[in-house]
């Protein structure tokens, strides 16, 4: 079964500090994973995904297969980061185009 | 950029009454997806629906639900006798093809009472 865990319901940083929201995953096969991000009251938007490997908003996220994580990572929080991350794994065998979300993750970034 | 569109943004409907959600996709993508969200719980895949067909669903897909894409432009999802539990948030994507990242819309916000 494929699964997606995200550990943190909230977490809360100060503007500056490092953030890193966590993201592990459950499958027998090789996933593809993304991370999205919904501001209040919009729509999901896509913020990274991993085949890519590149850095969105100072984002950035590796895959780790020993692990099986993929998290998030930014190395100076800004205030606009304030949203919910979502995590989010496609599976890569069977011909399936859904994905399997986590619960998400409130990111709070304080003044 | 061009963005998927949800009407309406929150629909309020009485306990076994038929609601449609729309939703215009991106042009020219292939895929259309439904996925919802209840309150405190996670993003649910609900189904996929490629070249005027369901392509894949889920569990939760049952026979009260339905897709179809009446004209070149619009998806709808169809719930044929809302029951409470399907109070949620909807929310439509497109994909431009086979492997590519869905985008999504705003989400329809669905309150059976």
């Known amino acids: ?111 | 950029e061009p963005e998927v569109t949800q009407t309406p943004s929150h629909q309020v409907t009485q306990m076994g009454q038929e609601v449609i959600l729309r939703c215009v996709p991106i042009s020219n993508h292939l895929y259309f997806y439904w996925y919802r969200q209840i309150l405190g719980q996670k993003v649910e895949f609900l189904v996929s629906f490629y070249n005027n067909e369901i392509s894949e669903k889920s569990e939760i897909f049952d026979d009260q639900f339905s897709v179809e894409r009446p004209d070149g432009s619009n998806f709808t999802l169809k719930i044929r006798s809302t029951k409470l539990e399907d109070s949620a948030m909807y929310f439509c994507a497109s994909s431009g093809d086979r492997g590519l990242v869905p985008y999504f819309g705003a989400g329809t916000r669905l309150s059976v009472l």
């Open chain 1, 1 to 111: 079964a494929q699964r997606v865990t995200q550990p943190e319901k909230l977490l809360s940083v100060f503007k500056g500090a490092p953030v890193e929201l966590k993201c592990n995953y459950s499958y027998s096969g090789s996933p593809e994973l993304f991370w999205y991000v919904q501001y209040s009251r919009q729509r999901l938007q896509l913020l990274l995904r991993h085949i890519s490997r590149e850095s969105i908003k100072g984002f950035t996220a590796d895959l780790n297969k020993g692990e099986t994580s993929f998290h998030l990572k930014k190395p100076f929080a800004q205030e606009e980061d304030s949203a919910m991350y979502y995590c989010a794994l496609r599976p890569t065998q069977g011909g399936s185009e859904k994905l399997v979300f986590g619960k998400g993750t409130k990111l709070t970034v304080n003044p």
